[in-house]
Every structure is written in structure tokens, then in C-alpha cells.
């Protein structure tokens, strides 16, 4: 097994009086992808929210690559490789698909918003661009804005948005949530080909079975904000507990 790209350790939430992520411990590995599974309220979204650093714990750590990053804000936290999916807000609505994306280099080359650059530079931008529009069959819509892009289209475009900034540790919320059945292949082919680069580590918030049996090498469950199980596939779904808790109804964070 590689050493860990990511570790939390005993990572709590609490809002309250209410423990929402309650002291899991997890390490994640290159060439990995991980989805994370439970049922309602399990604490999924939280548990992705203090990694990524949109939440701050209350106890534990998170820890990159040997460095403890649990006080870095969101944005220290992409400065050292760990993406988490754009969600749709994020998006430049008016600015073309092409535009968007070369903002997404713009931005991992440090060069921020300077106005003033060279033509050469700008073009080189522009090209690393096209590289991500064409690795995500974007290519057609490159100078549509991105608010005129059907859903699947717009979350391909965030997978792009994703991909341009290069990170080590990719984070998906449930990746195919509201999409067709015409357009989730495309998007699942996106993040197979990520999980195929043995320097990536993914991990996947995912509720749809057919998607984890399809992508996962290994299944973390949360309940309550707990971690339940954590495992092969075959091995943790076949659990009793498993079935028992994913089935259920239990309340909790989301």
C-alpha cells in the first residue's frame, strides 16, 4: 500500500449540542478512489466540508501529505492540491465556457487577475484551456456562456474547472445529481480517467449504487456522523449492518 496522500484523524463537528462528524479517522491513497456512502443525514457532505476546509473542526486534524493543514482556509487547502468539484455558484455565468476555464489557469499559475500580460502569455493560457475542453468534450461549446449550458454540460464544466487546476486529491459531491441518463456516462468517464492516474487520489460522494459498484475501489460508510464500516466493495456492502443502516431512515447532518 502507498503511504497516504490524506489522513483525518478523529475529525469532529459539532453544532451545538449536535456531534455531526463524530471522530473519524480515515487515510486515503494514491490510485484510490474511495466513495463515501450512508444514508440521509449521515454526515457525508460535513465530512467533506471539513476536509476541504468550508467547515472548520472542532477536534482532530486533517493532514496532507505530512503536512497538517486543519487551520488553512479553503483556499491554502487548493494551494496544496486537494480540489473539491465547483459547484454551479462558482461558475463565471456570463463569461464563456473557454473564459471560465482559462480563469480556473489563470488562477493555478499565480498570475491572479493581472490585467496587463503579454500576448504570448495569454495565449499560452488559451491553450491550456482548450486542453481541458477537449478532455472534457467541451470543445463545442467554447464560446457559449456558461448559464446557456445544459446541466450535464455545466457539470462537465466543472469537472474541467477542476481538472485545470491540477490537484492531487480530487473531491466529488455527488458528481451526477440532476443529470440525464444521456449525460452521467460522460462525466463518470471523466472522473474513471482521474482515478486511472496512479498520482490522484478520489473520493465520491455518491448515492446511486450503480455508480459506486461502477467506480469504487473501496467504500467508507458513515452513520450519525460515524464511521460504520470502511472497505473493499463486495466485502462492505455484503455487511448486514451495512444494509441495515444504508436502508434506514436515521437523521442527522447532511
Known sequence: M?????VTQDLTIRF????AVNAVSCA???GELTVIVGPNGAGKTTFFNLVSGQLT???????????????????????QGI???FQL??????LTVLENIRLAVQARSGDGWRMLRQVTAQRGLTAQAETYLEATRLTAVARQPAAALPHGDQRKLEVALLMAMEPDIYMFDEPTAGMSLDHAPDVLELIAG???????TVLLVEHKMDVVRALADRIVVL???ELLADGPPAEVMSSQIVRDVYLGTSGGAA
Do not use: C, E, W, Y
Open 2 to 6: 502507498t503511504t497516504p496522500s490524506l
Open 16 to 19: 451545538g449540542g449536535h456531534v
Open 28 to 30: 486515503f491513497h494514491p
Open 57 to 79: 473542526a472542532t477536534s482532530g486534524r486533517v493532514v496532507k501529505d505530512g503536512t497538517d493543514i486543519t487551520g488553512m482556509a479553503p483556499s491554502a487547502r487548493a494551494r
Open 83 to 85: 480540489g473539491r468539484a
Open 89 to 94: 455558484t462558482n461558475l463565471f455565468p456570463q
Open 194 to 200: 482521474i482515478k486511472a492516474d496512479p498520482t490522484k
Open 223 to 225: 452513520h450519525n456522523g
